[in-house]
């Protein structure tokens, strides 16, 4: 069936809207991507830099902590006081127990202790430690530190100077810098000098207490596309959705454009079909009538020629009937509620056919298997089925034998002919409403093509199928698969 030139240039239209449609998105999903790349990039370099700050906050609280617990050492700084009559103040002695070389001592008094204290109390004790704890703090921000005596000063300047800072005391603010900026892709920290892998790097930070002088590092993700992507999950996965809905629709209104264009063809060829097969009949009443009327006849004249009109108008309510039970079965569906012994639905079927002579064969079955149905579309269904066999196979003697056998839960049915057959490439074609197969003068044979639609429709109802296979050695085998 050739395309409706303005369906095809929908469909043209269509096509170039989707391809647009979707260059578009992955445009867009590409370029957030890249935005999002530079901002991590970003985020990572002022975390590294955020992480190397809080370290070396942490190590010099670590060196303070030190600090103070040497002065509060009493076996290695012993501290006194004694009362300065002159500057009517507190003097703090503070003496290495064990000197080294250089100054050993120092002493101190405070502007905010007014006290007069003149052997060392435990209070006088932790403001003196105090002090010089807190002194030697404000001093490590300052980056000069005061050194009280040569002794604490060494120690000072080996705890904080010549110690390195734990390169763990690094990964775990950096990693808290990354939480603060929901980043939880796994990093290593690794020196400037080694060899960067693939995938994103942050800045190079001297991270050596002595400026310059301390190791450079940087921080290396190698798993970060795959964490940006997860970053971009709902952008991308919203795109693809919104494709999918998009082709979705578009494929529905292909499908629905094409089946009402191949509907309309259908239709025209069924009403022109149909003109002919209601008009020759209708002329014949009508001519029937008139000569009734016109003439005087005896009786038996009379009854031949009402038997022409009985005749005529039993076909065309025939075609009324096959019409409605179509329509009808669209329209109301069908009620599955009747138990049905399929043994006894053949038999009634076939019984019904030897009464018009047709040969037809029952291979009978197990008399126990029931279907739950609607036993008069069913029985319908069946006798369209038989009703093709027979009238399709002209140039033969017809043969029709019905067959059934159970298969997985499922029971089969084959209605097979020894008539003239329908080619492959017809098999599911024969199945559409008002569809003929157009081969030879299709008048031979009375139709109209909605009986396989019907028988279709009804076994489609029973959550079963029907399918065309070739008979050997000619005609055709129909085969309904009904689920018991
Ligand atoms: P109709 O018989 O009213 O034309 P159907 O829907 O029953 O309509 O069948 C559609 C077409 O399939 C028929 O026109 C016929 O060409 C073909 N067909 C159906 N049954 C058989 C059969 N048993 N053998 C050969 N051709 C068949």
Redesign the pocket.
Known sequence: MPINRNIFVVFILMVISVAGITALQFYYSYTYYKVESATFQKEIDEAFTEAVDSAFSRNQARVVQLFKTWIGDTSYVSITTRWDTLNKQTIFNLNEVQPVSGNSRVSLSLDTYKERTDSLTPEARNVIIDHMTNHVAADLKKGVVWYFTQGLGDRLSDAYYNTPIPRNIFIDEYKKALRRRSITTPFKVIEAKEAAPDGYCTVVIDVGVKTNAGPKLRACFTNADAFLLGRLRWVIGGSVLLLLITLGCFWYTARVLLSQQKLSALKDDFISNMTHEIHTPLTSITITAQVLKQFSHDRTAQDNYLDIILYQSDKLSALADEILAGARLEKEGMALTDVTNINSLLAETAKSKFAENVNVTVVPLPDDIKITGNRANLQRALD?LID??VK?STNVNPAIVIEGHMQNKEFIISIA?N????PDELKEK?FEPF???PSGN?HNVK???????YVQKVIAAHRGSISIEDNTPAG?RFIITLPI
């Open positions: 369209n093709n066999a399709y002919d008539g003239p057959g329908i024969v569809y003929r197969i299709v139709g109209y093509g909605l009986g396989l639609s055709s």
